[in-house]
Nanobody, 128 residues
């Protein structure tokens, strides 16, 4: 069974940090660009960050720049999102997703429909 499983969410105070993980099973993430998305209550899902297959082309949404870091570990078949300086507006369900594309192709978080696989999401709540 092909699936992505997120973990690492939780309740954190403003200014705190969390690291989200997304582990794949049933397929290798090496063949995929990977993205992190989030959906806050009452809002549409939005792209947060993505990393392409070779790991050298990375994109961050403006809301994530300077605070979030995406990375991937082929040996662990996992993608991470390190989130620092968290704000209340970062509260959302965070999803990882994978899109199969060519090795040098850049990733994007706009064309969500291109992503082949999605995780079930992990809740991040930033509150004092």
């Amino acid at each position: 069974q092909l699936q992505l499983v997120e973990s690492g969410g939780g309740l954190v105070q403003p200014g705190g940090s969390l690291r989200l993980s997304c582990a794949a099973s049933g397929f290798t993430l090496d063949n995929y660009s990977l993205g992190w998305f989030r959906q806050a209550p009452g809002k549409e899902r939005e792209g947060v960050s993505c990393i392409n297959r070779n790991g050298f082309r990375i994109h961050y949404a403006d809301s994530a720049k300077g605070r979030f870091t995406i990375s991937r570990d082929s040996a662990k078949n996992t993608v991470y999102l390190q989130m620092n300086s968290l704000k209340a507006e970062d509260t959302a369900v965070y999803y990882c997703a994978a899109v199969q594309n060519s090795y040098l192709e850049p990733c994007n978080v706009v064309a969500q429909g291109l992503y082949n696989y999605w995780g079930q999401g992990t809740q991040v709540t930033v509150s004092s």
